[in-house]
């Protein structure tokens, strides 16, 4: 089954955040707790957290790009 | 001036959504301010996560402007008569051990609020009596007759913060004074039963200097101030005071070996130290809980 990952609101002020950097590729097993990526806040660098077990299959965003809360980032086939 | 733009990777924090969306929802029916989301603070994620946050009461405006701060500076509400209850009500269901409680500037108010500081220190031991409590208030604009009332609730720790040096106040702060400050603490010392541990809260990449960092450690410790916090400033937004520095961790560690040298009984210096952050932990080191 494929889970969609969403940008979570990672700030309480805001909900524009720019994309930093990806941990895991396209064909990563993923487990929960692992950090799938980094994104820049307004006051500080986020590592955020798979909550799911499975593998990457698709990055959605590009390192660089602006996202918003809600945003799909991510898709991980989950068994 | 050295590059502000990009953020070091010590400013580095873990985001778990599971956990913070639990928190958020308990916190949602509480009708409570955390000053935690109210002060955008970067360690909601940790804190949120591991099922802690700081109550910041009488809010969620602030009178004063202070052009560090992230707190809304607007209208004010009235006071809530139940909010003593629900802060109270709160810490039972999270479960805290120890409960840091600060708030907005009420300078709007007679009492500047310290009867509603004192309410809720009264409930919140009466709901939780083992649940240790931290206090951050206001300066109260140095009237002792109110520092009184505070005193006479027997926090476990009260803290005031110092913000930052001398030379830097009148530019960082609103409406409050180094001296005053420094009076605030040194009046809850002399004052306070001697279960009471007296906190302040520095904050760094202001453009302090060294000597100013260490007067300022100086002025406290011949007050016998008991812990110090040390955490790096992380400008709002534009409109705030600007950030002059990301000050080096070797700086932090400097700071931490000679603030415990000059006699401090805790002292927490690193770049995401905040005022209530690990509260529960500090207290613990210095009073075996």
């Not at chain 1, 499975?54 to 989950?78: C, N, W």
């Not at chain 2, 580095?12 to 929802?25: A, C, E, F, L, S």
């Not at chain 2, 926090?155 to 001296?179: G, I």
């Not at chain 2, 002399?190 to 300022?216: N, S």
């Amino acid at each position: 089954m494929l889970k969609e990952v969403h940008m979570p609101k990672l700030s309480p002020k805001s909900d524009e955040y720019f994309f930093g950097s990806w941990l895991k590729e396209p064909g990563d097993t993923v487990k929960t707790g692992d950090i799938l990526f980094e994104v820049e806040t307004d006051k500080v660098i986020s590592e955020v957290q798979s909550q799911e077990d499975g593998v990457l299959k698709e990055q959605k965003v590009a390192e660089g790009d602006s996202t918003k809360v809600g945003d799909l980032v991510a898709t991980i086939e989950v068994n | 001036m050295a590059d502000t733009k990009t953020k070091p990777q010590w400013l580095k924090v873990t985001y778990d959504q599971t956990k913070v969306d639990r928190m958020n929802h308990l916190l949602d029916g509480l009708q409570l301010n955390t000053v935690c989301a109210e002060a955008n603070c970067p360690n909601l994620g940790d804190c949120f996560g591991s099922g802690t946050a700081s109550f910041m009461i009488m809010g969620p405006n602030c009178t004063r402007a202070c052009r560090f701060c992230d707190v809304p500076h607007g209208k004010t509400a009235p006071i809530d008569l139940l909010e003593p209850l629900r802060v109270a009500q709160a810490t039972q269901k999270l479960g805290l051990k120890h409960v840091v409680v600060t708030s907005v500037d009420r300078d709007d108010l007679p009492d500047l609020g310290a009867t509603q500081f004192v309410n809720v220190i009264k409930e919140i031991r009466r709901l939780n009596p083992n649940t240790s409590i931290e206090v951050l208030t206001p300066d109260f604009q140095g009237r002792t007759e109110l520092l009184d009332q505070v005193i006479a609730a027997k926090p476990d720790v009260f803290n005031h913060n110092m913000e930052t040096v001398r030379s830097l106040t009148p530019k960082v702060r609103s409406r409050a004074t180094y001296d005053t400050s420094l009076k605030v603490l040194q009046y809850v010392k002399a004052h306070a039963p001697k279960t009471t541990f007296v906190k302040t809260g520095i904050m760094l990449g202001l453009g302090e200097t060294d000597p100013e960092v260490y007067q300022l450690m100086d002025d406290l410790r011949a007050i016998d101030v008991d812990f110090l916090t040390i955490g790096q400033y992380v400008q709002p937004s534009k409109k705030h005071y600007q950030l002059r520095e990301w000050v080096p961790m070797a700086r932090y560690q400097a700071y931490y070996q000679v603030a415990m040298a000059k006699g401090f009984k805790f002292v927490a210096s690193s770049p995401l130290v905040r005022s209530s952050y690990k509260a529960k932990e500090e207290l613990e080191a210095v009073d075996g809980k």
